[in-house]
């Protein structure tokens, strides 16, 4: 069973930066896909970017230009690098990790880590 801890959110102003990141320990981690979740208030959780092994990328209509995702496959890190906040980025965001090149809807998943809290203001 894979460990997840998220890293990083704050508090921040629209138009500022952050970069989120996550370790996952445990398991078998060879080969997998790593990505990011989030859940704003009242709101479903949600996609929000992948990458897998070969760096292969996929990312959600509403964060593209905005988010980038990279990976650390010596520390099974995985980043978030997110520019040009908007308040409606203000979301709990949770990684994410399984066998595999793409990730799922967030309904798959049964386990989950903490998540770090992201707050954009306006």
């Known amino acids: 069973q894979v460990q997840l801890v998220e890293s990083g959110g704050g508090l921040v102003q629209a138009g500022g930066s952050l970069r989120l990141s996550c370790v996952a320990s445990g398991g078998d981690l060879s080969g997998d896909v790593m990505g990011w979740y989030r859940q704003a208030p009242g709101k479903r959780r949600a996609f929000v970017a992948y990458?897998?092994?070969?760096?292969?990328?996929n990312y959600a209509d509403s964060v593209k230009g905005r988010f980038t995702i990279s990976r650390d496959n010596a520390k099974n890190t995985v980043y978030l690098q997110m520019s040009s906040l908007k308040p409606e980025d203000t979301a709990v965001y949770y990684c994410?990790?399984?066998?595999?090149?793409?990730?799922?809807?967030?309904?798959?998943?049964?386990?989950w880590g903490q998540g770090t809290q992201v707050t954009v203001s306006s």
């Open positions: 994410q990790t399984k066998r595999g090149t793409i990730l799922p809807d967030a309904s798959w998943f049964d386990s």
């Open positions: 990458i897998n092994s070969a760096g292969r990328t």
